[in-house]
């Protein structure tokens, strides 16, 4: 399932992506998939290999949906992605 979103066309259909309604209902659940497929003990050895192979294809599926996405939901994103200061 993870490759057919893969190969989806991002730009133009930012309203299937980020529904109105919610728009973070999509990514949220995706980086939900995403941290289950972060290998932990990986990330401390190699980050190089912190991911399964559908974790990988996500985290370009995640940049794609990064790139056409509001200011609202890449501040999202960013907050729950991006490690903090602590």
Known sequence: MINAVANLQFA???HH???????????SK???ILDGSLNKGNLEVNAKHAFDDEG????GVVGNMYQVAT???KAYMRQRLLPTAE
């Open 17 to 27: 992506l980020f529904p109105e309604d919610n728009p973070k209902r999509h990514i």
């Open 56 to 59: 990988s294809v996500l985290l």
């Open 71 to 73: 200011p609202e939901v």
């Open 12 to 14: 133009g259909n930012e």
């Open 30 to 32: 995706l980086i939900e």
